[in-house]
């Protein structure tokens, strides 16, 4: 990447000390905000019709009066610092909070880590006692971004903003695995700090997958980049950081590469398994909801923060809102399943030709696992996990149905139909600690296939039907979101009885989440952020605006149930 001052290039297989002259973004850190947006005013409301050739988009938003009156509540900082040095809140509160609250943020700033006396983000988790091979002194894009959400709505903006900065610094290296060379707009999958006794100077070590497991590149490191400099800029109104050349073409070249042609007959993004937060071979490989959900995400906050009137930034636009109609309707169309398409699909007749096929992935009604007849409910659906030629994987998926609520990939009817399934299965998906990352769990010879005989991912445990307290802040939004207030607080109180007594583990293990994962480390830093993210956007809904968007009237298609052809 090209920045005022130059910047060196090195390959991921090696770190390189940065040194304040080598790249200009520092400029960027003390430069004074343009204030244009108002906190509480939540949502971006910029349709894909006013996308139009002439780039003249509005800024603008607003929250609902659907929601009931609260307390206003920050995370409270009790006058702590962090060991970088950064103030935490002092707002006063009005009521007593969970004294759990106190213990959260404590562990939170534990976690700090930081590069040249700034804090730069959160590593994955502070407790160093196990003996496991995996690094845990790292600061995974994904994991830190639960950990930016609390310090943005604690009112400490400036972690947050070094994180998108050094990030951003990262993505203009030269990544190479092997003697293939990545993409311009990968974004690492993490990165570690390291003191080089040499030159006396910090140093940074990225990893683009080259280090990970099963050596799969992150395509989810990018989405959430977008979607966190997003947050920011709704979070402070600081307008100036996204519109900064920089970010414009970090942005660009994200996006970039997931829109090139190739040959692709869908607007879905094409994956290797491993590639998102389930980073083991778990069958997710095609067409995940996850990644689907993400880059959809994504895609609109990138449409709202490009700058039309470069060519450049114009362009980008007008390829986002074609991609952003497609998805749109594909994912609504296909992904969706409630009682009535799960009918519908049990009896598709195979073997369709032509453009009138209804049976259009000529998915085989045999191929429907029995479960998923028993977990359907009357009232309620969700997106399924996967759908490509000839396969439909029917697990159910949390972070990608939460993200497409807030992302409104979901339509508002197929929003509340999801929190209905949740109400619904309860015990299958949140059981005694929310909450599960997939439903239901693959064993016997489906687990030896599918995962290689994985003994992480056995069943009911880690990424196969583990429960994992981190997207405890993901449900907790879509229920804001969609007024389902009850489920957020239930679910979150049984989070305190067990997060702090059980040293706040990554995961659990068990059909109902009882016990405490067998390989899960302590003190593991998305699950404290998960858990303050989650009170904080309960006391506060106003903080919903800076992680969800309204959706966008334009992108609305009118939408026919498929049904299948009878003679």
């Known amino acids: 990447m090209e920045v005022a001052g130059g910047m060196r290039k090195a390959s991921s297989h090696a770190s390189m000390a940065l040194d304040p002259d080598d790249f200009d973004l520092t400029r960027l850190l003390n430069h004074r905000p343009r204030i244009n947006v108002d906190r509480q005013r939540s949502f971006d409301e910029r349709s894909l019709a006013d996308l139009s050739i002439s780039g003249t988009a509005s800024r603008g938003g607003g929250w609902g009066g659907y929601m009931e009156s609260y ?75 639960p950990s930016a959400l609390a310090f943005l709505m604690n009112g400490e903006p400036e972690i947050v903003k070094n994180f998108l900065l050094k990030t951003l610094l990262l993505q203009g290296w030269e990544k190479r695995i092997d003697r293939f060379k990545l993409g311009e707009g990968a974004m690492p999958a993490s990165f570690k700090v390291l003191k080089d006794p040499k030159r006396g100077v910090d140093r940074l070590v990225a990893d683009f997958g080259e280090s990970a497991i099963g050596r799969v590149a992150p ?10 400099l997003r947050a920011y800029t709704k979070s402070t109104g600081d307008l100036s950081l996204a519109e900064s050349p920089e970010c414009q073409k970090g942005i660009r070249l994200i996006m970039n590469q997931c829109l090139a042609e190739g ?6 993004l094409l994956c290797a398994d491993g590639c998102c937060m389930i980073d083991r071979r778990m069958g997710v490989y095609g067409y995940p909801i996850e990644i689907q959900a993400l880059f959809f995400m994504a895609l609109r906050c990138a449409v709202l923060m490009l700058k039309p009137d470069a060519a450049e930034g114009k362009e980008t636009m007008e390829r986002i809102a074609t991609r952003l109609h497609a998805l749109s309707y594909h994912m609504r169309s296909y992904f ?76 508002p009817e197929q929003s509340a139909a999801i929190m209905d399934l949740v109400e619904e299965r309860w ?79 990554e995961y659990y293990d068990g059909k109902l989440g009882r016990y405490v994962g067998k390989q899960a480390r302590k003190l593991q830093t998305w699950s ?10 309960l006391e506060d809904p106003s903080h919903l605006g800076m992680i969800s968007l309204e959706e966008d009237k334009a992108m609305k298609p009118v939408l026919k149930r498929s049904a299948s052809w009878t003679v």
């Open 219 to 228: 395509v989810d490191s990018g989405f959430w980049w977008i979607i966190l």
């Open 263 to 268: 040959f692709d007959t869908f607007p879905t």
């Open 528 to 537: 404290i952020a998960g858990y303050l993210v989650a009170k904080m956007m």
């Open 71 to 145: 307390e206003s509540m920050y995370s409270p900082g009790g006058g702590l610092r962090s060991f970088c040095g950064t103030p935490a809140s002092s707002t006063r509160l009005s009521f007593e909070p969970h004294p759990l609250v106190f213990e959260a943020w404590d562990a939170l700033r534990r976690s700090l880590v930081c590069f040249r006396g700034q804090p730069l983000g959160t590593i994955a988790a502070v407790d160093h006692s196990s003996d496991e091979v995996l690094n845990y002194d790292q600061v995974f894009v994904r994991d830190f971004v």
């Open 336 to 411: 969706w399943l409630d009682f009535q398409q799960l009918n519908d699909v049990y009896r598709y007749k195979t073997e369709e030709y032509s453009h009138t096929a209804v049976n259009k992935f000529n998915v085989i009604p045999e191929s429907i696992p029995d479960w998923v007849f028993d977990f359907m409910p009357s009232r309620g659906g969700y997106f399924v996990g996967n759908v490509s030629p000839a396969r439909m994987d029917f697990r159910w998926f949390a972070l990608g149905n939460f993200v497409a609520i807030l992302a409104s990939l979901a339509t």
């Open 427 to 505: 015990e299958d998906l949140i059981g005694e600690m929310p909450l599960k990352i997939s439903f239901p769990a693959i064993e016997a010879h489906e687990w030896q296939i599918v995962t290689g005989c994985d003994p992480k991912n056995t069943r009911w445990s880690y990424h196969n039907g583990g429960s994992w307290p981190v997207l405890l802040w993901l449900l907790t939004a879509a229920c804001v979101k969609t007024g389902r207030l009850k489920i957020a607080r239930r679910a979150i109180e049984l989070a305190e009885a067990r997060l702090a007594r059980d040293g706040w583990p």
